[in-house]
Nanobody, 115 residues
Framework: QVQVVESGGGLVQPGGSLRLFCAAS????????MSWHRQAPGKQRELVAI???????NYADSVKGRFTISRDNAKNTVALQMNSLRPEDSAVYFC?????????WGQGTQVTVSS
């Protein structure tokens, strides 16, 4: 079994920054991609950023140039640096770890951007 735990959410003013952190633990033989998703109230969950084991990244158009995803393969962790935050970035952010071609999700961490 694999456990995924996020941390780092909170309340921040528009234009501010937050860093989210995610750690996967348990029976991890092959970790493929890791990704961050978010879900705002009344909306579908959407992909924010994804990073492969080789470090190739891709971002949603709405966060390009503002968010940066990074990972530590040795520690099975992934981080999301979020800069220039906007109210529309407010959501519950979920980490996803693809282990052995199976997706494992964390419980989510709330990010609120408000003055």
């Amino acid at each position: 079994q694999v456990q995924v735990v996020e941390s780092g959410g909170g309340l921040v003013q528009p234009g501010g920054s937050l860093r989210l952190f995610c750690a996967a633990s348990g029976r991890i033989i092959s970790m493929y991609y890791m990704s961050w998703h978010r879900q705002a109230p009344g909306k579908q969950r959407e992909l924010v950023a994804i990073i492969t084991a080789d470090g190739v990244t891709n971002y949603a158009d709405s966060v390009k140039g503002r968010f940066t995803i990074s990972r530590d393969n040795a520690k099975n962790t992934v981080a999301l640096q979020m800069n220039s935050l906007r109210p529309e970035d407010s959501a519950v952010y979920f980490c996803n770890a693809n282990v052995g071609r199976v997706n494992y999700w964390g419980q989510g961490t709330q990010v609120t951007v408000s003055s």
